[in-house]
T-cell receptor
Framework: GQSLEQPSEVTAVEGAIVQINCTYQTSGFYGLSWYQQHDGGAPTFLSY????GLEETGRFSSFLSRSDSYGYLLLQELQMKDSASYFC???????????FGKGTRLSVIA | DGGITQSPKYLFRKEGQNVTLSCEQN?????MYWYRQDPGQGLRLIYY???????QKGDIAEGYSVSREKKESFPLTVTSAQKNPTAFYLC??????????????FGPGTRLTVT
């Protein structure tokens, strides 16, 4: 089976940096994606890592280590609008749908 | 503007009634998905389809049914057999994995309440 683990809640201060970790156990791993979801809204795609290393997109970066079955999402210069749930999702080989983690609720406080 | 539409945004039904949730996309995506989300929970896959007239069960298909008669449309029926239907339902679409993109696009969701 597939399993993903991420912290259920994280709190961080406005302007700070926060890291949301994701560990996975899957067969047929191909890559790791991250999605953001504000309360009551739809998830939106943030990033995708197929290779080891760091991918940077503005204030957000995502990291993958295939050998450690581990990845993280790094959010810098936190803003109040970053308060949301963040989901890691495993992209599988073949035509298999994404497998989502249970999400991490990030609260940004002043 | 390309995207995914779901209707209605809020839906109320009495227990024992079947209800159909609409999902339409104009992104020309081959794959479409239905997810269920409960408070504080992740996304659980109900059904998915990668080609017209074909679909596969996801992790929690019991009590649900789908059809894919057109590429653009993937309606979900919540039947009276679903024991706990009250939830937030999300539809998504994507290219097939072999087409070079791994991003899923989500609709705004339908919040179903059954009493």
């Amino acid at each position: 089976g597939q399993s993903l683990e991420q912290p259920s809640e994280v709190t961080a201060v406005e302007g700070a940096i926060v890291q949301i970790n994701c560990t996975y156990q899957t067969s047929g791993f191909y890559g790791l994606s991250w999605y953001q979801q504000h309360d009551g809204g739809a998830p939106t795609f943030l990033s995708y890592n197929a290779l080891d290393g760091l991918e940077e997109t503005g204030r957000f970066s995502s990291f993958l280590s295939r050998s450690d079955s581990y990845g993280y999402l790094l959010l810098q210069e936190l803003q109040m609008k970053d308060s949301a749930s963040y989901f890691c999702a495993v992209v599988m080989r073949g035509n298999t749908p994404l497998v989502f983690g249970k999400g991490t609720r990030l609260s940004v406080i002043a | 503007d390309g995207g995914i539409t779901q209707s209605p945004k809020y839906l109320f039904r009495k227990e024992g009634q079947n209800v159909t949730l609409s999902c339409e996309q104009n992104l020309n995506h081959d794959a479409m998905y239905w997810y269920r989300q409960d408070p504080g929970q992740g996304l659980r896959l109900i059904y998915y389809s990668q080609i017209v007239n074909d679909f596969q069960k996801g992790d929690i298909a019991e009590g649900y049914s789908v059809s894919r008669e057109k590429k653009e449309s993937f309606p979900l029926t919540v039947t009276s057999a679903q024991k706990n239907p009250t939830a937030f339902y999300l539809c998504a679409s994507s290219r097939l994995p072999g087409q070079g993109s791994y991003e899923q696009y989500f609709g705004p969701g339908t919040r179903l309440t059954v009493t």
